[in-house]
């Protein structure tokens, strides 16, 4: 087997593990948004688990753009792979992954210096996250070689039957809070705090046991 031929394979084994690890890390956030907890984990174990399963999807991302611009098959360079719809090898297919490559790195930074840009400003470019998917998906369904193939085809509609299986209860949610009005708000407010000082009161009655 020739080094492109293992590159080759080495490029479609990571883009199909890329596909289901940001699948599951699209759904992750969108637990933690609603503050769903994983059966056998803690409340945290969620924002957990999300974060690493966050850093393994880059490091196959970055595993999958490397076999790509060393494979001296195609020519994809550095360039290619930042600048959208700069290649000259498919360059509409090629360009979306870059489109998404480019909004997950703007991600990255955010993250990096959440402290210093405000959550608010975090939260509003984390959403790029989400745009990104449906814009790596279509690149991977255009330039992907497996894509014909009946496992890719079951693998890519799993992904997003789930996606949107739980897009449409993020709506769902959003929907039901837009709806309640101040005086339920206020009352699970004061529900919320009567829990905190109850909790805080067992906790003194604790100590001081």
Do not use: K, Q
């Not at 360059?91 to 959550?119: E, K, Q, Y």
């Not at 996606?163 to 206020?186: K, N, W």
Request: proline share 3%; hydrophobic share 55%; charged share 15%.
């Amino acid at each position: 087997m020739t080094d492109s031929a293992i590159l080759w394979y080495a490029n479609r084994a990571t883009g199909a593990i890329c596909l289901v690890l940001f699948t599951i890390v699209v759904l992750l956030g969108i637990a933690v948004r609603l503050r769903a907890r994983l059966p056998g984990l803690p409340r945290f174990g969620t924002v957990t688990l999300h974060r690493t399963l966050s850093l393994s999807a880059l490091a196959f991302l970055a595993l999958h753009i490397t076999a790509a611009v060393v494979d001296s098959y195609v020519n994809i360079t550095v360039v290619d792979v930042l600048v959208p719809f700069a290649s000259a090898y498919e360059p509409l297919w090629l360009g979306l992954g870059t489109v998404a490559l480019d909004l997950i790195l703007a991600v990255l930074v955010t993250s990096l210096l959440r402290t210093r840009i405000g959550l608010r400003t975090w939260r509003a470019v984390h959403w790029l996250a989400y745009a990104s998917w449906p814009v790596a998906l279509i690149h991977g369904i255009g330039i992907g070689t497996d894509s014909g193939a009946t496992w890719m085809l079951w693998l890519t509609i799993s992904c997003v039957a789930a996606a949107l299986t739980a897009f449409g209860i993020r709506v769902a949610h959003a929907t039901r809070e837009s709806r309640r009005t101040p005086a339920a708000l206020l009352h699970t407010a004061e529900g919320r705090t009567a829990e905190l000082r109850a909790a805080e009161l067992r906790t003194r009655a604790g100590a001081s046991s």
